[in-house]
Structure formats: structure tokens, C-alpha cells
């Protein structure tokens, strides 16, 4: 149950985990997310999360698979999405059920199906929905409600539950959320931008990104096909080419049924795709980065910072997965002041909230020595990385840390580094301004003096105005 460890994590995890799904949704369904999420207390460590959508809605007939059995999911192809387990949402309903023995509340409708209400519990021993009641009643609009009664401790973990919703404002800045506990309207925040991302592609799988287990579900759809075409049909990158040179040198016989392969035999076969060199670099269409501008517009107006400058890093990829990063760094008095920048950490538009000291992001964040960029001597400085790929290295289940990947370290730093840059040169031009500053002063009081002095020597009553003097003075130096 990672991520649902205490009644305070039981209930920020609930709500990410519908938030995520919600948010997939309205991606799937290319609209502007309108989430409402509702807290009701129903006793003193009892509470109810709602979250309702605007997204696609549910299909009446998937509705007990998608939320009542653990790895539901038959992905074929890859693509960036916040969900990629087929285990979150389950993962919350089955909390509520073993601490509140009570049914999670599904009301969805979609475009080409009527709205219909689901009461379901999940048979734990069978990995099975249980569908306690099923009926016919109209949504106001096509999206998705589901409603959770778990054990939640609602004042404590209320901070993070608002600090995520901020958060998710500024990776999904053309999102809007509002916040209501126990009927009440505590928070309405986002919309910053009115821009939607480009619809996300899904590709094939890449070869080298390939597993057991999706080996195993290829070929259970592939099961007669040769390996030649089996190869061709199921991953990118591959053509009629690519393969002869892979059976080639790897020896394989290119006419040899899928289904004749032995479990040994699938297992080296996933081996050498994985370890070969001669295919191309995986395709990056499936990926969504935040981009420049909608990133800068959600730092700018969650965190009014002062001064943003953002970084990226060019499409590369981890065992076959596509990786993209980008960064901003910031600086505002909002940000906590520290010898070390703030960081705040995304993968695929989520937030990473809890285990912020332990994980890739933090570890290169502390090898890099910003006192050469002179980090303490301005005023607070943040960095908010993102990070986005068909797969997230997670540390654990509760999706809260990533991963020491080679490839993931060394982006980060390098971005990382290209923004420490940045920070100096800002800091550099800062200072050259301030010295600006307490000159033109100096030389603004002796003008003065020489001013006045003047115009007792002329014999005259009215000192001139030296100020228009001054700045032609300044004026000039900095065009030199
Ligand atoms: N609000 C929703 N709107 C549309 N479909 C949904 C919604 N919530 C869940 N689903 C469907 O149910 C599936 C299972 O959700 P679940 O959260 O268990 O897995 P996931 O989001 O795919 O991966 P993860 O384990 O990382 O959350 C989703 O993949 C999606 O197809
Ligand atoms: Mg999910």
C-alpha cells in the first residue's frame, strides 16, 4: 500500500491519484481540465473525496475492470502519460474499502454512452471488481465523478493537498481546480494559460525499451506471426531491413513462429533487442514538454517571481525510452532562502511532493557548487525541473523519487549547470547595476554642490536643476 501509509498521506495520495487520472482524461479528450475536487469530514478521522471531470468519461462496460482490478491496462504502445502503472486509482479504492469498508462511487458518461452510476468494492484475493449496484442516471456532462469515504486525516495533510494543486498549476498551467471542503469553496486557482498541449502521439515500443513482460503480451496477440514480421508489426524502428541485420547478427531463424519460443529463448530474445546498437534512437512525438512560455506563465503567476529564465535539454533516451528535461530558474521572496536553490520536481506535468531529500533530482542539485554562481547573495532563488518519458524510474510505488539512470543524472546536471550559468550572469549584471546606482548618487550630491556653489559665485538666487545633467552623464557611460 505505498503511498497510503498513514491517514495524512492516505488522503493527499487519494486525491493525486484521481487528480492524475482526471487530468489524463481531459488530455485524452483535448479539453481544458475544470476539476472539482470535494472534501466532506464525515467524522473526526473519516472523510470523502470526490473528484469530478471533464474528460472522456469511462465506457459503462470498462468501468469495473478500469477501477476495480489492479494492472488493468492493455498497453501496446508508449506514450507520455502522468498514469502508467494500472494501479493508482485501485490503489485508493482499496484503502477506503479495508479502513471504511464502504463501495467507491463512479458516475461517468461519455460521448457516445449514456451516464451510469457504479457502487463497486475490489475482491482482493481475486484481483476481481465486486459491483455491489449499477444504474442509469444522466451526468449534466460527458467526464467522470468518483467519489472515495477512506480514513484521512484532513488538517494534516491539507497543506500538501493545496501545495499540490499550486504545483500542478504550473505544469498544467491551462488547468483550472477548485478546492471545496465540507461545502465550502477554499481555493480556485489556475487557467493561467488558454493554450492546450498538442495531442500526445503513442508510438509503438521502442526495441531496446522491451521486458518480459511486454514481450509476453505482443506475442499473446502476435502469437502467429514470424519472427521477422513479429519484429516489423510490434516495435518502431524496426523495417524489413533493420531486422534482417538483427537476425543476422544475432543467428536467428527469421521464419520461426512466435508462439514456438520457449520461455528461455523469449528471455534471450529480449536480451539481445535490448543490446543491440544498431537501432535507431526512439521517436519523440510521444512526448509533451510543458514548453517554454506555458511554463514560465505557471511559475510566474503561482510564485510571482521577479526573474525567470528558462533551460531545456534536446530529446535523448534511457534504454529506449525518449527522456526530455527542462528547467526555469527563478527568483522571488516567495521561495524559502537557502545556500542551495529550491527545488521543485515534476515528472510527465506531476508534482513530486514527499521524499524531496532522497532521489536523482536532489542528488545532482547538491553536487553542483552554487556558491560559485553566487546563489547566497541574492534574494531567494528556486529551480522547478521537468522531466517527461514513456517510462519514470520511480524509487517505489508511491511514485515520490526517482531513480539513479546514468542518462537521467547527466541530463539534469548539464541543465542544471547551463541555469547556474545564468544565475551568475543575472547576479553579475545586479551588482554592476547597484554599483551603477551608488555612483550616479555620488555624482548627483556633488553636482548639486557644485551647483549651488556656482550660483552664489555668479551672484545668483536660483540654483539649476543638475538631475537631467546626471543622467545624460549615465546615459552616455553605458552606451560606451
Ligand atoms: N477520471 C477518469 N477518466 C477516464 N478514465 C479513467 C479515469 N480514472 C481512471 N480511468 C481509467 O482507469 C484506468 C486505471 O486507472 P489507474 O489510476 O488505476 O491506472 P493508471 O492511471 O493507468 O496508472 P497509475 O497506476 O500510474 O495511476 C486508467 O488507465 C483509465 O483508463
Ligand atoms: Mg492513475
Not at 525499451?209 to 524502428?237: A, G, N, P, T, Y
Not at 520511480?394 to 541530463?411: D, N
Given at each position: 500500500m505505498a503511498g497510503f501509509g498513514n491517514p495524512t498521506q492516505a488522503a493527499y495520495s487519494t486525491i493525486r491519484e484521481l487528480v492524475e487520472n482526471s487530468l489524463d482524461s481531459c488530455e485524452d479528450a483535448q479539453t481544458q481540465p475544470m476539476l472539482e475536487i470535494d472534501i466532506q469530514t464525515i467524522n473526526a478521522d473519516t472523510i470523502m473525496i470526490t473528484v469530478s471531470d471533464n474528460g472522456t468519461g469511462v465506457p459503462p462496460e470498462q468501468v469495473p475492470s478500469a477501477f476495480?482490478?489492479?494492472?488493468?491496462g492493455s498497453k501496446y504502445s508508449q506514450q507520455q502519460k502522468r498514469?502508467?502503472?494500472?494501479?493508482g486509482v485501485t490503489m485508493a479504492i482499496l484503502y477506503g474499502q479495508i479502513t471504511t469498508d464502504s463501495p467507491v462511487v463512479i458516475h461517468t458518461q461519455t460521448h457516445t454512452s449514456k451516464g451510469v452510476l457504479y457502487k463497486l468494492l475490489v475482491d482482493v484475493e481475486n484481483n476481481r471488481p465486486l459491483v455491489e449496484s449499477k444504474e442509469q442516471l444522466s451526468r449534466n456532462a460527458v467526464g467522470t465523478t468518483v467519489t472515495v469515504q477512506l480514513r484521512g486525516d484532513l488538517k494534516r495533510s491539507l497543506d500538501r493537498i493545496v501545495e499540490y494543486i499550486r504545483l500542478s498549476t504550473v505544469s498544467t498551467p491551462h488547468a483550472k481546480f477548485s478546492l471545496k471542503i465540507d461545502n465550502e469553496v477554499v481555493l480556485e486557482l489556475g487557467g493561467w494559460s488558454k493554450t492546450l498541449p498538442a495531442p500526445i502521439r503513442a508510438t509503438k515500443p521502442h526495441p531496446?525499451?522491451?521486458d518480459m513482460e511486454l514481450l509476453r503480451r505482443l506475442i499473446s496477440r502476435h502469437s502467429e506471426k514470424s519472427l521477422d514480421s513479429f519484429l516489423q508489426s510490434c516495435f518502431q524502428k524496426i523495417g524489413s531491413r533493420t531486422s534482417a541485420r538483427f537476425l543476422r547478427f544475432m543467428n536467428l531463424?527469421?521464419?520461426?513462429?512466435?508462439?514456438?519460443?520457449?520461455r528461455d529463448e523469449l528471455s534471450q530474445l529480449a536480451q539481445a533487442l535490448r543490446k543491440y546498437d544498431g537501432f535507431e534512437r526512439?521517436?519523440?512525438?510521444c512526448l509533451s514538454t510543458i514548453g517554454k512560455d506555458e511554463f514560465l506563465t505557471g511559475v510566474v503567476s503561482v510564485f510571482n517571481a521577479k526573474l525567470v529564465e528558462y533551460a531545456s535539454r534536446g530529446v535523448t533516451e534511457w534504454q529506449g525510452n525518449p527522456l526530455a528535461l527542462e528547467a526555469i530558474l527563478a527568483i522571488g521572496d516567495e521561495f524559502p532562502r537557502s545556500d542551495v536553490p529550491t527545488l521543485y520536481r515534476f515528472v510527465n506535468r506531476v508534482p513530486l511532493l514527499y521524499d524531496?531529500?532522497?532521489?536523482v533530482m536532489t542528488r545532482v542539485l547538491k553536487r553542483i557548487n552554487w556558491t560559485r554562481y553566487n546563489a547566497k547573495s541574492c534574494e531567494p532563488v528556486a529551480l522547478f525541473l521537468h522531466l517527461c518519458s514513456t517510462k519514470i524510474p520511480f524509487r517505489a510505488a508511491g511514485k515520490q523519487s526517482l531513480a539513479s539512470i546514468p542518462e537521467i543524472e547527466h541530463e539534469t546536471y548539464h541543465l542544471f549547470k547551463e541555469l547556474g550559468r545564468k544565475l551568475g550572469r543575472l547576479n553579475d549584471r545586479s551588482r554592476r547595476s547597484a554599483r551603477q546606482v551608488k555612483k550616479m548618487r555620488e555624482f548627483s550630491r556633488s553636482f548639486r554642490q557644485i551647483a549651488r556653489f556656482s550660483t552664489t559665485l555668479a551672484g545668483q538666487d536660483e540654483v539649476p536643476s543638475t538631475d537631467e545633467l546626471v543622467k545624460q552623464l549615465f546615459e552616455v557611460s553605458q552606451d560606451e
Amino acid at each position: 500500500m505505498a503511498g497510503f501509509g498513514n491517514p495524512t498521506q492516505a488522503a493527499y495520495s487519494t486525491i493525486r491519484e484521481l487528480v492524475e487520472n482526471s487530468l489524463d482524461s481531459c488530455e485524452d479528450a483535448q479539453t481544458q481540465p475544470m476539476l472539482e475536487i470535494d472534501i466532506q469530514t464525515i467524522n473526526a478521522d473519516t472523510i470523502m473525496i470526490t473528484v469530478s471531470d471533464n474528460g472522456t468519461g469511462v465506457p459503462p462496460e470498462q468501468v469495473p475492470s478500469a477501477f476495480g482490478r489492479v494492472l488493468y491496462g492493455s498497453k501496446y504502445s508508449q506514450q507520455q502519460k502522468r498514469g502508467t502503472f494500472g494501479l493508482g486509482v485501485t490503489m485508493a479504492i482499496l484503502y477506503g474499502q479495508i479502513t471504511t469498508d464502504s463501495p467507491v462511487v463512479i458516475h461517468t458518461q461519455t460521448h457516445t454512452s449514456k451516464g451510469v452510476l457504479y457502487k463497486l468494492l475490489v475482491d482482493v484475493e481475486n484481483n476481481r471488481p465486486l459491483v455491489e449496484s449499477k444504474e442509469q442516471l444522466s451526468r449534466n456532462a460527458v467526464g467522470t465523478t468518483v467519489t472515495v469515504q477512506l480514513r484521512g486525516d484532513l488538517k494534516r495533510s491539507l497543506d500538501r493537498i493545496v501545495e499540490y494543486i499550486r504545483l500542478s498549476t504550473v505544469s498544467t498551467p491551462h488547468a483550472k481546480f477548485s478546492l471545496k471542503i465540507d461545502n465550502e469553496v477554499v481555493l480556485e486557482l489556475g487557467g493561467w494559460s488558454k493554450t492546450l498541449p498538442a495531442p500526445i502521439r503513442a508510438t509503438k515500443p521502442h526495441p531496446r525499451s522491451v521486458d518480459m513482460e511486454l514481450l509476453r503480451r505482443l506475442i499473446s496477440r502476435h502469437s502467429e506471426k514470424s519472427l521477422d514480421s513479429f519484429l516489423q508489426s510490434c516495435f518502431q524502428k524496426i523495417g524489413s531491413r533493420t531486422s534482417a541485420r538483427f537476425l543476422r547478427f544475432m543467428n536467428l531463424n527469421p521464419n520461426r513462429l512466435m508462439s514456438e519460443f520457449t520461455r528461455d529463448e523469449l528471455s534471450q530474445l529480449a536480451q539481445a533487442l535490448r543490446k543491440y546498437d544498431g537501432f535507431e534512437r526512439p521517436d519523440s512525438r510521444c512526448l509533451s514538454t510543458i514548453g517554454k512560455d506555458e511554463f514560465l506563465t505557471g511559475v510566474v503567476s503561482v510564485f510571482n517571481a521577479k526573474l525567470v529564465e528558462y533551460a531545456s535539454r534536446g530529446v535523448t533516451e534511457w534504454q529506449g525510452n525518449p527522456l526530455a528535461l527542462e528547467a526555469i530558474l527563478a527568483i522571488g521572496d516567495e521561495f524559502p532562502r537557502s545556500d542551495v536553490p529550491t527545488l521543485y520536481r515534476f515528472v510527465n506535468r506531476v508534482p513530486l511532493l514527499y521524499d524531496s531529500s532522497e532521489g536523482v533530482m536532489t542528488r545532482v542539485l547538491k553536487r553542483i557548487n552554487w556558491t560559485r554562481y553566487n546563489a547566497k547573495s541574492c534574494e531567494p532563488v528556486a529551480l522547478f525541473l521537468h522531466l517527461c518519458s514513456t517510462k519514470i524510474p520511480f524509487r517505489a510505488a508511491g511514485k515520490q523519487s526517482l531513480a539513479s539512470i546514468p542518462e537521467i543524472e547527466h541530463e539534469t546536471y548539464h541543465l542544471f549547470k547551463e541555469l547556474g550559468r545564468k544565475l551568475g550572469r543575472l547576479n553579475d549584471r545586479s551588482r554592476r547595476s547597484a554599483r551603477q546606482v551608488k555612483k550616479m548618487r555620488e555624482f548627483s550630491r556633488s553636482f548639486r554642490q557644485i551647483a549651488r556653489f556656482s550660483t552664489t559665485l555668479a551672484g545668483q538666487d536660483e540654483v539649476p536643476s543638475t538631475d537631467e545633467l546626471v543622467k545624460q552623464l549615465f546615459e552616455v557611460s553605458q552606451d560606451e
